[in-house]
């Protein structure tokens, strides 16, 4: 008889030093900047929400955590539970498998980088497939220009992994992997494996690798449609405020807004969203958030973040 796997749990990795922002992080969390009208932290988080994921851990600095848990509270209001462990030094992604240990226990986890911001209509669908689907890892990879930058994906004429580098000098492929990973429970063991790399930290192209020898690593392709944003430095920063404003502006709606998406995916009610709104009274964002009941909640399918 088969057993029912766990829901998959989700964790946002929202620490390090954040050294390419100085002097704009010295004292704030980059996770709490603006992209354009939101904070930061909020389009991780909604990345997660459409592939249906409802309890979340951030992960972040002794000094940055009370900030974020002042923002996001215990997630009830988006009918979702959120928690917090603390990362006292960075010690590379892997490590917050180590950290959140007791929060995952035995599901399966999907994690996300805190300045990383994905947009797209295919996206609810496709990481909401890749969780369900996922039998090992599950990375999602994005054609780029130049991908001496990142980690990159090697993948057959059927689209199946068969070689993982980390910024190598003369990459095999243009796929980059993202900072949005799914993976089984065997995670946690893995990463405590882990030795660290030259620059002091584990790394998460090692976790890939480990999946890959096991046979066990499929690739999810975002392509043209798609968007992925990195905003860990002041240009990256820039362009993805401008992005979101021009989306915004142009289409009318919004990007990362965790109140319609909890709305969208029937978490909360519509008199939930109407309190809500009611804590936004006489601005935007809660001008917004009223428009919304006035449309009606239409499928989450399409939807993009």
Request: with cysteine; glycine share 10%; hydrophobic share 40%.
């Amino acid at each position: 008889m088969l057993t029912e796997q766990p829901p998959t749990k989700g964790i946002v990795l929202a620490g390090g030093r954040n050294l390419r922002l100085h002097p704009v992080t010295v004292s704030v969390s980059k996770q709490l900047l603006p992209v354009y009208d939101k904070p930061m932290v909020y389009y991780p988080l909604t990345t997660l929400m459409l592939g249906g994921v409802r309890d979340v851990l951030l992960v972040s600095t002794p000094r940055d955590t009370p900030r974020l848990e002042e923002l996001l509270g215990d997630g009830s209001q988006w009918g979702m539970q959120i928690r917090y462990a603390v990362q006292h030094e960075p010690r590379g992604i892997p490590d917050a498998f180590i950290v959140g240990r007791d929060f995952i226990g035995a599901s399966p986890v999907a994690l996300i980088l805190g300045d990383n911001v994905f947009f797209g209509s295919e996206l609810s669908q496709k990481t909401r497939d890749a969780i369900e689907s996922n039998r090992g890892a599950t990375v999602f990879t994005y054609p780029v220009k130049d991908p001496r930058q990142f980690g990159v994906l090697e993948v057959d004429a059927q689209g199946k992994p068969v070689d993982i580098q980390e910024k190598p000098h003369q990459p095999k492929s243009n796929l980059a992997v993202t900072g949005m990973y799914v993976y089984d429970n065997n995670v946690v063991e893995i990463a405590e494996s882990l030795a660290p790399s030259g620059r002091g930290e584990t790394e998460i192209t090692d976790v890939n690798r480990a999946y890959l020898l096991r046979g066990q690593l499929d690739a999810v392709q975002f392509g043209r449609g798609m968007a992925w944003l990195d905003t860990g430095t002041p240009e990256s920063l820039l362009d993805a405020s401008l992005f979101v404003q021009t989306i915004e502006h142009r289409q009318g709606f919004k990007i990362a807004c965790p109140e319609e998406v909890a709305w969208r995916m029937g978490w909360i009610s519509d008199d939930a969203l109407a309190g809500l709104a009611n804590g936004y009274r006489g601005r935007p964002y809660g001008d917004y958030l009223e428009a919304l009941l006035d449309e009606g909640a239409p499928a989450t399918d399409g939807y993009a973040n």
